[in-house]
């Protein structure tokens, strides 16, 4: 079957840097995408890996290893409004794509 | 990024009711998606679209129906609403050739059946 998995839950400190890991199996691939999801709204496009290695925008950065099936988003200089979930999905070879529960991040001041 | 908006953005009603979920999009994306999310739970592919007269169902598409008349628009139809429908109903859209179809999500109807 398909399966997303990242963990449940993460806390960090305002200012500080955090990974959140995703590991994924799925039958084709197409690329990797993360979202933000802020409580009761939609989720909104952070970023797309197609290829191995890594992608910096910003404060995120988000890395793929299609051999091992892995992707992390890394969060830097951590503020407030980052508090949200973050959700991993993968396109798979219909170009659909297969969601994570969502990994929710907590900032504490 | 797209424009797409979502009618009602909440929608309480009684068991047994027909309602109509409305979702337009005004970036003329062919693709559009129907999910289904829970809180802390991941997204549910209801129903999906690959452009005008074209519907295709998702995982939990059996208590819905979904219609692509014109582009911009993808409403989403309950026949007889249940308790269990309560959450959030998310649509999206997406085009072929941007970013492997980076879906861009609508801002949700929260419903809830009594």
């Known amino acids: 079957g398909q399966n997303i998995d990242q963990p449940t839950e993460m806390t960090a400190t305002e200012g500080a840097i955090v990974q959140i890991n995703c590991t994924y199996q799925?039958?084709?691939?197409?690329?990797l995408f993360w979202y933000q999801q802020h409580a009761g709204e939609a989720p909104t496009f952070l970023s797309y890996?197609?290829l191995d290695g890594l992608e910096e925008k910003g404060r995120f950065s988000s890395f793929l290893s299609r051999s091992k099936g892995y992707s992390y988003l890394l969060l830097k200089e951590l503020q407030m409004k980052d508090s949200a979930s973050y959700l991993c999905?993968?396109?798979?070879?219909?170009?659909?794509?297969?969601w994570g529960a969502g990994t929710k991040l907590i900032i504490k001041p | 990024e797209a424009d797409i908006y979502q009618t009602p953005r909440y929608l309480v009603i009684g068991t047994g009711k027909k309602i109509t979920l409305e979702c337009s999009q005004t970036?003329?994306?062919?693709?559009m998606y129907w999910y289904q999310q829970d809180p802390g739970m991941e997204l549910h592919l209801i129903h999906y679209?690959?452009?005008?007269?074209?519907?295709e169902k998702g995982d939990l598409s059996s208590e819905s129906t979904v219609s692509r008349i014109r582009t911009e628009h993808f409403p989403l139809t309950l026949e007889s609403a249940r308790p269990s429908h309560t959450s959030q109903y998310l649509c999206?859209?997406?085009?072929?050739?941007?970013?492997?179809?980076?879906?861009?999500f609508g801002p949700g109807t929260r419903l809830l059946v009594l």
């Open positions: 970036m003329g994306h062919d693709k």
């Open positions: 999905a993968v396109s798979d070879s219909n170009y659909q794509l297969i």
């Open positions: 999206a859209s997406s085009e072929p050739g941007d970013r492997e179809e980076t879906q861009y």
């Open positions: 679209s690959y452009g005008v007269n074209s519907t």
């Open positions: 890996n197609v």
């Open positions: 799925t039958s084709g691939f197409n690329g």
